[in-house]
Nanobody, 125 residues
Framework: QVQLVESGGGLVQAGGSLRLSCAAS????????MAWFRQAPGKEREFVAH????????YYADSVKGRFTISRDNAKNTMSLQMNSLKPEDTAVYYC??????????????????WGQGTQVTVSS
């Protein structure tokens, strides 16, 4: 089992940057594929980015490709999301999630076993 805690959210102007972090408890963090999702008010939770368990492969939603970078440090049990060139439409609560099927590459929220509590990101125009 793993517990996840996000941090780093806040208010930023359009064009600015933020770095989100996800801290995981437990010794088995490296066994999980990890992802970031986000949920805006009145909308469904949507996939943002995924990273495989060794951190060697990543993929992104088209809406953030080229602007966001996902990374992880298995030695420190952490995952990050560097967000650049932020847009007002990036405003949402951002969640980190862990998939115990470590070799799966999924963009579906239903495939993830553990979730953090979320951190708010607000981008002003």
């Amino acid at each position: 089992q793993v517990q996840l805690v996000e941090s780093g959210g806040g208010l930023v102007q359009a064009g600015g940057s933020l770095r989100l972090s996800c801290a995981a408890s437990g010794r088995t963090f490296s066994r999980y594929a990890m992802a970031w999702f986000r949920q805006a008010p009145g909308k469904e939770r949507e996939f943002v980015a995924h990273i495989n368990w060794p951190g060697s492969s990543t993929y992104y939603a088209d809406s953030v490709k080229g602007r966001f970078t996902i990374s992880r440090d298995n030695a420190k049990n952490t995952m990050s999301l560097q967000m650049n060139s932020l847009k007002p439409e990036d405003t949402a609560v951002y969640y980190c999630a862990a998939d115990s099927q470590s070799y799966r590459r999924s963009s579906y929220a239903r495939d993830y076993d553990y979730w953090g509590q979320g951190t708010q990101v607000t981008v002003s125009s």
